[in-house]
């Protein structure tokens, strides 16, 4: 049996609102129980799903989820050592302080002779052992797309928007890049295509600073992580944002809780592009200022959207993600594209990306049209894959559950 504990109210109406169960796909089978778990309920996993406003709940030593406990709750986790108490948000990869974890999780073991396993699960593939005597771990596994897709579309619904696209080549431009917030590899990035790819030849978009950051800030940040890059220059453009190429649509690539739009390619951008050359949410490599991103992979919508849109890509994301996306069983580009930059620590990748960003300039339309065409098998098996992954090849949250029962 599966148990839910919500935080609060306001955790139980945003979840319910969110449909949490369709984007689990939890099976028949499984009992969903929402009241707080009493005396006599057996429960494998008690379930606490999170959102993002609730990560102070693990970052205040005074009040935090554990604190918040009822003693008929501590009472019913001493008698059920065996229930793991799983914490869940599915939407973004979380830093946590472990170190108020800790402490907590061992005052419950000393006052209440508590000794059940805590995961914390996210949608990195990345999993970690935090503290093996207090059982508490990271297990990643979980897919974003299955979280979103699934919640947003029917498979039905989602192949109709598969008609907005073909792999006749008609476009006119070589290269799109939709850029969200801030990241300074994205300013980066965003400074080698503008360098090297003619406005005519170019959609680009780039939100950039947000409610967490301004300039002053970003360019402290930028100075420290990469300080070889010129960053008067990122600086500059940085400065301009939000801007897009893309009259229609001034504000691309950003997230509107509830609106699919993030999750579909623009059919008048991707079907006259050749390639999506984009940054993954995950994107700064060993120079992540947040320690715990600067390992594991993380597959958004960023992704997926050329996929769907038949068109090859180009991803400066954590190292090795091309292998993580052909572990899943997509195929890349690598007969037609340097994807050396993969395997590359940040300063190697960056150098091979413009260099295939040089390259793809290079070429006539003409030239990458007749590529297109010869990506033309790699890019309907991936769409087809992606289809498979997000309603037929099962929940890799339930697969991840049965796991830890």
Not at 68 to 73: A, P
Not at 383 to 389: A, E, M, S
């Amino acid at each position: 049996m599966i148990t839910y504990w919500y935080l609060s109210a306001e955790e139980k109406e945003y979840w319910e609102s969110y449909g949490l169960n369709k984007r689990l796909d939890l099976s028949d089978n499984v009992h969903i129980v929402r009241e707080h778990p009493l005396v006599g309920w057996h429960s494998n996993v008690v379930l606490v799903p999170i959102i993002n406003t609730h990560r102070e709940l693990f970052a205040n030593r005074e009040d935090n989820f554990f604190t918040r406990l009822t003693t008929k709750q501590k009472y019913w986790l001493r008698a059920n050592p065996e229930a793991t108490i799983t914490f869940i948000d599915g939407l973004e990869v979380k830093e946590y302080d472990f170190d108020i974890i800790i402490e907590n999780v061992r005052k419950l073991r000393e006052d209440f002779k508590m000794r059940n396993r805590f995961v914390f699960l996210n949608n990195s593939n990345h999993g970690t052992v935090v503290d093996k005597e207090l059982k508490i771990e990271i297990i990643g596994g979980l897919l974003y797309p299955q979280f979103t897709y699934r919640k947003e579309f029917t498979r039905r619904e989602l192949k109709t928007y598969f008609l907005d696209f073909s792999t006749t080549p008609t476009f006119t431009k070589k290269v799109v890049s939709m850029n969200g917030r801030f990241r300074p590899s994205r300013s980066i990035l965003i400074d080698k295509i503008q360098k090297h790819i003619p406005k005519k030849d170019l959609y680009l978009s780039y939100h950039g600073l947000d409610s967490n950051w301004d300039m002053d800030n970003a360019e402290e940040l930028m100075s420290s992580v990469y300080p070889s890059f010129n960053i008067p220059e990122l600086m500059s453009t940085l400065s301009k944002t939000p801007f897009s190429t893309y009259d229609k649509d001034k504000s691309v690539n950003l997230y509107k809780p509830n609106n699919k739009q993030i999750f579909i390619p623009e059919p008048e951008i991707y079907n006259d592009i050749f390639i999506d050359i984009m940054t993954e949410t995950l994107c700064e490599r060993e120079n992540d200022w947040r320690e715990s991103y600067r390992e594991g992979q993380f597959f958004t919508e960023k992704t997926t959207k050329p996929i769907i849109a038949l068109k090859p890509f180009m991803v400066l994301a954590s190292k090795g993600y091309l292998e993580y996306l052909k572990d899943l069983g997509f195929k890349t580009f690598d007969n037609w594209i340097d994807e050396g930059y993969d395997k590359k620590d940040y300063s190697g990748a960056i150098e091979i990306i413009e260099d295939n960003i040089k390259y793809i300039n290079s070429l006539p339309i003409e030239n990458l049209h007749k590529l297109y065409k010869e990506m033309e098998p790699i890019l309907l098996h991936n769409r087809k894959k992606l289809l498979n992954l997000l309603f037929n090849d099962g929940s890799s949250f339930n697969k991840i559950i049965k796991e830890i029962c």
